[in-house]
């Protein structure tokens, strides 16, 4: 079975500062990694996964993700934020061969202060 | 691009009616699921259906069931409607493996009154 960590529920920063949104999952296999981003009164997006390869994953929007296969971790991370990066987000994993299922976080709200 | 629709973006209903919830996508996926949201609970697995007349619980089914008659469309039903039913309702659809993740529909906010 997996789990996953959003160590913080709500993260407030002011704009064009930097952020780190903080995910820890738990598998005893190897696994594929999820970031989700979730606006007000929608559905969830995705923002960026991590399958193989090289360890830095990005997204379009300046975001991006590190896994760290000794820390089990996979922390979401953007040099400065806009107001428009305000919403949740959802950290997911599953494991990498025939799973169906992603295994979600609680999600951690982000707010960029003017 | 995938496009996952939930029917409604909005509904009210009284309690004790019957709810249907929709669920279309256009991506030929075998997997769907339909999840809730409520403040401080994250995403809760509802019902998920990996196949045509296929269903099996999630972690929350009680006071739900579902419907997969076609490959595109999932329903979920609310057999009576009661008060802490109110949420957000996702729907969900992938392909066969993990790996591709989900595609979301937008979600449908229920309240019941």
């Known amino acids: 079975a997996q789990s996953v960590t959003q160590l913080d529920s709500q993260v407030p920063v002011f704009e064009e500062a930097p952020v780190e949104l903080r995910c820890n999952y738990s598998?005893?296999?190897?696994?594929?990694l999820f970031w989700y981003v979730q606006y007000p009164n929608q559905g969830l997006q995705l923002l960026l996964k991590?399958?193989?390869?090289?360890?830095l994953v990005e997204s379009i929007n300046g975001f991006e993700a590190e896994f760290n296969k000794s820390q089990t971790s996979f922390h979401l991370r953007k040099p400065s934020v806009h107001i428009s990066d305000t919403a949740e987000y959802f950290c997911?994993?599953?494991?990498?061969?025939?799973?169906?299922?992603?295994?979600f976080g609680s999600g951690t709200q982000l707010t960029v202060l003017p | 691009d995938v496009k996952v629709t939930q029917s409604s973006r909005y509904l009210v209903k009284r309690t004790g009616e019957k709810v249907f919830l929709e669920c279309v996508q256009d991506?030929?996926?075998?997997?769907m699921f339909w999840y809730r949201q409520d403040p401080g609970l994250g995403l809760r697995l509802i019902y998920f259906?990996?196949?045509?007349?296929?269903?099996e619980k999630g972690d929350i089914p009680e006071g739900y069931s579902v419907s997969r008659e076609k490959k595109e469309r999932f329903s979920l039903i609310l057999e009576s409607a009661s008060t802490n039913q109110t949420s957000m309702y996702l729907c969900?659809?992938?392909?066969?493996?993990?790996?591709?993740?989900?595609?979301f529909g937008s979600g449908t906010r229920l309240t019941v009154v």
């Open positions: 969900a659809s992938s392909l066969l493996a993990g790996r591709h993740g989900y595609t």
């Open positions: 598998s005893s296999v190897s696994v594929y």
């Open positions: 991590y399958l193989s390869g090289s360890t």
């Open positions: 997911a994993v599953t494991s990498s061969g025939s799973a169906r299922q992603l295994t």
């Open positions: 991506m030929d996926h075998e997997n």
């Open positions: 259906s990996y196949d045509v007349k296929m269903k």
